[in-house]
């Protein structure tokens, strides 16, 4: 119970690595907001996981706003007050990675992916940092940034910066908030398996070449991220701010 009664809110939270570390906070006794693109398609998975939520004895509700949006930080947290007891965990999750090749980038690709990696999340962190400030009893705050923020990738032009973006921002905001006594730090994936890179990987060749440049022997799993955010969020992380965590089976440091 690392986070009993605490409020958790997860951006991108419907499916992959937000939806494991929904899940392992409740586990953990946290009460979740779930925040999801707002499509209609997505509504079914956020059902579902708010009734896996509440058979482990904890609330949850679901949130449809596009992460893009300067506002959406603003109602997501407006959810953690009217449902349960503010926000003690921000989790900026949400994100997209759509492969593309540099030198004939559509420009709307570009900002999307920006728009919604970086700019929003900027806008939410803030949102959840000032509330944070309001309550007066510190918090958590935790970008899901990626290896992509220390290494290149050709299809990803567009992507690692964001994600670069991410860990500076989650440094600067550990300065900014450690005042406030809230805890600022990034979590950076290796290739973990979910929809964002599932056509990435359909290419057999690719996806063993991954595998076999992971110490650990395989591709991550969703789950393989949870333990890392309930640590990041709860008190057994109370002196961590400013850091970032690389969970990638070892990959980064794997060079010959
Ligand atoms: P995923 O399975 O594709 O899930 C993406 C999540 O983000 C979904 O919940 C989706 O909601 C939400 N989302 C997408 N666009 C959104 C938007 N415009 N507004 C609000 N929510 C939006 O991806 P994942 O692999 O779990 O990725 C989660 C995070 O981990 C991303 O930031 C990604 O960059 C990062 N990451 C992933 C890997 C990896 O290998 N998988 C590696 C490093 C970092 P809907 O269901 O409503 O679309």
Excluded at 239 to 248: E, K, P, R
């Amino acid at each position: 119970m690392l986070l009993k009664d605490k409020t958790v809110i997860i951006t991108g939270a419907s499916r992959g690595i937000g939806r494991a570390a929904a899940v392992e906070c409740a586990r953990q006794g946290a009460n979740i907001i779930i925040g999801y693109s707002g499509s209609e398609s997505s509504r079914p998975a956020v059902e579902d996981l708010i009734n896996e939520i509440e058979s482990l004895g904890r609330g949850a509700v679901g949130v449809g706003a596009p992460a893009e949006d300067p506002d959406t930080g603003d109602k997501l947290v407006e959810a953690a007050v009217s449902h349960f007891d503010g926000v003690d965990v921000f989790v900026n999750n949400a994100g997209i990675c759509p492969f593309h090749s540099f030198l004939d980038m559509p420009r709307e690709t570009y900002l999307k992916t920006v728009d919604t990696n970086l700019n929003g999340a900027f806008f939410a962190v803030q949102a959840a940092a000032n509330q944070m400030k309001r309550q007066g009893r510190g918090g958590a705050i935790i970008a899901v940034s990626s290896i992509s923020a220390l290494v290149g990738g050709g299809m990803q032009t567009h992507y690692t910066p964001t994600k670069a973006g991410l860990l500076s921002l989650m440094q600067s905001c550990a300065i900014a908030l450690g005042p406030y006594g809230i805890r600022c730090n990034a979590l950076l994936p290796g290739t973990i398996e979910t929809d964002i890179n599932k056509d990435d990987l359909a290419d057999t060749d690719k996806r063993e070449y991954m595998a076999s440049r992971t110490p650990l022997g395989r591709l991550g799993r969703p789950e393989d991220l949870a333990g890392p955010i309930v640590f990041l969020a709860s008190d057994m992380a109370q002196y961590v701010t400013g850091a970032s965590l690389l969970v990638d089976g070892g990959m980064y440091v794997n060079l010959q």
